[in-house]
């Protein structure tokens, strides 16, 4: 039932979903909706670029012909929300994912073969000014190599241009603490806290929600590896780049400093992608429901814990 309304690629999918992730927004931040005007409008803030990061993997999912015209991407990506809603609660998350995705956006699109340079130029430059707002994000930079080795490995100037977004990107850094604060460089631009104290997963309900997310994305993470050879061979390189987007967002979600959920947030659009993958392709639709099922239960099954 849920999957045959997410098969096909309509609007009013996109407004469920929408639906569904502010009820979760609301009923997530509550108390500080309603507490004063500041953390009132921070908080809406933060629901607007959570609509926003749901609008942009459709609008690329679509773009890019990534999946089979469906809405499986977002719906994926809207239920991810469900089991770990503290995602939308950190402003400095939610803007280095954006702008994270932006990069990963360029890079995809390199199948086209049209302004690499500019393309390379920008996924390097969002790439380091989302690492402004959380360090870690900086290694998703190793998606740009990864561009560089199926696109322009024998481009000399291609390989220069991604370090002048990120020597761009500082500059702006510089012009910024200049003009504020009348300093270059200050100890808090790159914060380079790491944790691997993971003691806060140490209940019943971190578990289940960490088993579900790990099971679900190594089924299908494998499943997308072992279909690629079988995809249009101009865009198996952006099937690669979302594949290793997703081992990187595994990665920085091992270090996080904070270990609460919100640390996999970087996850959700490159699993909703394989996620969308796997469901258009599964044959037994007895089983597309189970799989989506688990994703809708297990938060419920959480709060029960």
Known sequence: MITSVFSKSKPINFIIVAVYVSLL???????????????AFSTLFKWVMTLFLIFLLDFVVAKNNLSQRNSYAIMTFGLLLGIFPEAMTHLDLLISNLF??????????LHTKLNIKKKLFDAAFWITIASFFFFW???????????????????????????????????LLLIYNVVMYDE?????????????????????????KLT???ASFVWTLIYYFKNIPDKNKKLKPSYFIIAWASI????????????????????????????????????????????????I????IGLML
Do not use: C, H
């Open 25 to 39: 927004f609301v009923i997530t931040t509550y108390t500080l909706l309603f507490s004063d005007l500041n953390a």
């Open 100 to 109: 994270v995705f932006f990069a990963l956006r360029r890079l995809i699109s």
């Open 137 to 171: 994000s900086i290694l998703f930079f190793a998606l740009v190599i990864v561009a560089l080795i199926y696109y322009s490995q024998n481009d000399f100037k291609n390989i220069i241009i991604p370090f002048t977004g990120v020597i761009t990107a500082v500059m």
């Open 184 to 208: 270059y460089f200050r100890t808090t631009d790159f914060q380079r806290f790491a944790s691997l104290d993971y003691t806060a997963y140490n209940s019943k309900k971190s578990i289940l």
């Open 212 to 214: 579900v997310l790990f």
């Open 248 to 295: 990187i967002a595994v990665l920085v979600a091992i270090i996080a400093p904070i270990k609460n959920g919100s640390e996999y947030l970087f996850l959700f659009a490159p699993f909703s992608i394989i996620m969308a993958n796997y469901i258009e392709v599964i044959s037994e639709r007895w089983f597309k429901e189970v799989f989506v099922a688990l994703l």
């Open 297 to 300: 239960i297990t938060p419920i």
